[in-house]
């Protein structure tokens, strides 16, 4: 579930607790977070400090003094705390580090992810454009649908197209921009790229200024929950009125992905009569 507004209030909190840190243990208690052969690798990281804490689409990276990387990816109920949890608890692994700092990876459904590269280049080769990046203009966007025939709402969850954004996100932007999740991703005009890109920036922005969005699973490093569900127009609010006209919000399956819309606000284009 985590999406760029989420991994990105992470990324915020642990950097002033992890950079400048040293790891000094990590404990898998679920091998199966590393991957095949993983666990070796992983353990090559003790003693390395900690120089940055970036993010990148949805993957949070801890950048370490060697120029290797640990790169770890939420998937659906992934969580990064620093103390224990609370409720639905299940730790797979444990880092802990020169300053007294813990980071606990929790994930209920063992779908995460946590890989250490040597070179962080080719996970960002293989992502689409950061959309809250100054060159993530108009065109840029608009390159990147260009000719395709898949449904806007799949393009935006595909990350390679766009690098961060999910489910939920994808939802609240088409609305704000009044588009159907069904029209044909390269059939946007020059002016719905523009609303689309402006849409995807404000709704990234201010999920992020809201510190997330806690539906379930989600939960800061501190054990605090996010409140941008909160001020969701469409999203996971299936029958409930369209806050613009009254009509009550839909959903319609893309792609395997349940999509949350107004069927008035955004009705699906009709055909030219000929």
Request: hydrophobic share 40%; net charge positive.
């Given at each position: 579930m985590p999406e760029l507004p989420e991994v990105e209030t992470i990324r915020r909190a642990l950097e002033p607790a992890l950079v400048g840190a040293r790891i000094e243990s990590v404990a898998l208690s679920d091998p199966s977070?590393?991957?095949?052969?993983?666990?070796?690798?992983?353990?090559?990281?003790?003693?390395?400090?900690?120089?940055?804490?970036?993010?990148?689409?949805?993957?949070?990276?801890?950048?370490?003094?060697?120029?290797?990387?640990?790169?770890?990816?939420?998937?659906m109920t992934g969580a990064l705390l620093l103390q224990e949890p609370e409720q639905h608890s299940r730790v797979r692994a444990v880092l802990s580090f020169s300053n007294g700092q813990r980071l606990l990876f929790n994930d209920m459904r063992r779908l995460g992810t946590l890989r250490v590269v040597d070179d962080i280049a080719a996970l960002l080769k293989q992502l689409g454009p950061e959309p809250l990046e100054v060159e993530f203009t108009a065109q840029v966007l608009a390159d990147r649908?260009?000719?395709?025939?898949?449904?806007?709402?799949?393009?935006?969850?595909?990350?390679?197209?766009?690098?961060?954004?999910?489910?939920?996100?994808?939802?609240?932007?088409?609305?704000?921009?009044?588009?159907?999740?069904?029209?044909?991703?390269?059939?946007?005009l020059p002016a719905q790229c523009q609303q689309l890109r402006d849409a995807i920036r404000d709704v990234l922005q201010r999920a992020i200024e809201n510190h997330?969005?806690?539906?379930?699973?989600?939960?800061?490093?501190?054990?605090?929950?996010?409140?941008?569900?909160?001020?969701?127009q469409v999203a996971h609010r299936l029958g409930a009125p369209c806050p613009r006209c009254g009509t009550p919000v839909a959903r319609v399956m893309?792609?395997?992905?349940?999509?949350?819309?107004?069927?008035?606000?955004?009705?699906?284009?009709q055909p030219a009569v000929r």
């Open positions: 977070l590393a991957g095949p052969g993983g666990a070796g690798a992983v353990a090559d990281v003790i003693g390395h400090r900690v120089t940055a804490v970036l993010r990148r689409g949805k993957h949070l990276i801890l950048l370490l003094e060697n120029s290797r990387a640990i790169v770890l990816h939420l998937r649908l260009s000719g395709r025939r898949v449904p806007i709402k799949a393009a935006l969850l595909d990350q390679h197209i766009i690098a961060g954004i999910g489910n939920m996100y994808a939802d609240e932007t088409l609305f704000q921009c009044r588009v159907n999740p069904l029209v044909p991703s390269g059939e946007l997330g969005a806690s539906i379930n699973t989600y939960w800061l490093p501190n054990g605090g929950t996010g409140s941008a569900h909160r001020t969701f893309v792609r395997k992905r349940g999509a949350y819309f107004c069927p008035k606000c955004q009705p699906f284009p």
